[in-house]
């Protein structure tokens, strides 16, 4: 009687199992139906060339940078059927050489519980994401949030563990717990966590796993020192040349001169770390990784001994353009990180160059000089670095201009898309006096010198680019057009 009833409870937990699943199979299937159907609609002025970008509807943070069987994976927060927030989904590309990039079907899709930041990894033959679980009560703070997997045997379709949640809750409490990154050292896998004090500072957890179900809580890796904000999103730990990096977001930083200008920052800390003792000890302190307007949540993977980053292109609780196109939020490019004299160096990747037309526009630009450009072009330029070098980029039709500058007598460099809208850095050019700009149809990257000191910042014109040289010297133009490599 007994073996028969339990044979009967295996059967309907099988049964519910199954229908879920084909519940779950059906929703995607329809929410593919309705992302075919609205792209032919979306208004195509401002959309990237060669950066992901939604095939419709919002864009933030990037996900689950990872590489599986042969080719690069990521996915990013993404609500469908607005171009504002909504609940969370998790959109997904794919990429065998980080430029090229291939729309597959959306991965996640919400059930009780929004599907926000996490990270991806492989597990044998299996690709493994974990991400928050972001769930709504109706008891304050109204809201809660805990750790899910889900699991593909392809890379393109995931199912949910049905043991969900593996981390149900911080070690206080705080019902702000989220962005999983996981990694594996030895025999373990471990995962960091942004979370928060009971008296509003930010701090880093860190757990430990044998089969990234059960967590094993080890320390908190970091904690705020300082006036550092009151929390710390999408926390990001590896090793660069010799050095471990602990990458953040915080928020909550206040304005200091010409830093943390942006709603939010993106930065890292340098220290050493002991996988015996758990303990990470910091050494040099918080740096902004990016200094430009429009930049947050960067992730970094590594293949091949190289750590590669992208992140969200755009920024919290300002102004998205695009949106009353159908679509808002992009990518930045692939880039590769080293560490120099305590400085993550970021360089566009070189697979950047396989996409240039195959005929260079070279140019020398006397004193309001102009130059019309395409909506996709590389730039690189050549200059006197002892004497001040000023360019505009605006629209041939009008729309959004920005100004980039270099003065030595300061010693700053500078990206402004107005006079109150400013971001500037000091910049030490030392033997590697050059600038590569990557302009495509609604943003601007800039690499100063080996990649020192870089802005990323959205910008909007209208038709293709215009370049204006505004210094008194003369400057050298090597630009190149780009071929599309983001299809949608």
Not at 318 to 340: C, N, Q, S
Not at 398 to 418: F, T
């Amino acid at each position: 009687m007994t073996l028969a009833r339990n044979l009967i409870l295996i059967c309907l937990a099988a049964s519910a199992v199954a229908k879920s699943l084909r519940q779950d199979d059906e929703a995607k299937a329809e929410l593919e139906r309705y992302i075919e159907n609205k792209v032919p609609e979306i208004n195509q002025r401002w959309r990237p060339h060669y950066h992901v970008a939604p095939p419709v509807g919002w864009m933030n943070d990037p996900n689950g940078f990872s590489y599986y069987n042969g080719e690069y994976h990521l996915f990013y927060q993404f609500y469908p059927y607005d171009s504002v927030w909504g609940p969370m989904h998790w959109g997904h590309v794919s990429s065998p050489d980080l430029v090229h990039w291939q729309q597959l079907p959306t991965a996640l899709l919400p059930d009780e519980e929004q599907c926000f930041s996490g990270s991806a990894v492989q597990d044998g033959d299996t690709m493994v994401l974990m991400y928050t679980a972001h769930i709504l009560s109706d008891r304050e703070p109204f809201y809660n949030e805990t750790q899910y997997l889900a699991y593909s045997d392809d890379g393109v379709d995931f199912y949910k563990y049905s043991g969900n949640p593996v981390l149900p809750s911080a070690p206080n409490g705080s019902p702000d717990f989220r962005d999983p990154k996981v990694w594996r050292h030895g025999d373990h896998w471990y995962v960091i966590l942004g979370s928060k004090t009971t008296d509003l500072r930010g701090r880093v957890l860190l757990y430990r796993s044998t089969d990234l179900k059960d967590w094993e809580f080890l320390t908190v890796l970091a904690e705020l020192q300082g006036d550092m904000g009151y929390m710390w999103e999408c926390p990001d730990f590896f090793e660069l040349d010799g050095k471990f990096i602990l990458l953040m977001s915080p928020q909550g930083l206040a304005p200091q001169g010409d830093r943390y200008k942006n709603t939010y920052q993106n930065g890292y800390i340098i220290g050493s770390f002991n996988y015996e003792t758990f303990e990470f000890v910091q050494e040099v302190p918080f740096q902004e990784i990016d200094f430009g307007h429009d930049f947050y949540a960067a992730q970094t993977t590594e293949v091949n001994g190289k750590r590669y980053l992208i992140s969200w292109f755009s920024m919290w609780e300002v102004p998205h353009p695009e949106d009353v196109d159908g679509w808002a939020g992009m990518m930045t490019i692939a880039r590769e990180l080293k560490l120099v004299n305590n400085k993550i160096i970021m360089k566009p990747v070189e697979e950047m160059t396989n996409i240039r037309q195959d005929v260079p526009i070279l140019n020398v630009l006397e004193y309001n000089e102009e130059l019309d450009l395409e909506q996709a072009v590389e730039i690189n330029i050549e200059a006197n670095f002892d004497e001040i070098l000023e360019i505009k980029l605006e629209g041939k039709n009008g729309g959004g201009h920005v100004v980039l500058s270099w003065d030595p007598l300061v010693g700053k460099v500078a990206v402004s898309r107005g006079t109150e809208d400013v971001r500037q850095v000091e910049w030490n050019p030392s033997n590697e006096t050059s600038w590569k700009i990557f302009l495509d149809s609604s943003s601007i990257e800039l690499f100063c010198g080996i990649g020192d000191v870089v802005f990323s910042s959205r910008v909007y014109p209208l038709g293709g680019w215009r370049l204006t040289n505004l210094s008194s010297q003369d400057i050298e133009i090597e630009a190149y057009n780009l071929k599309k490599s983001f299809p949608v």
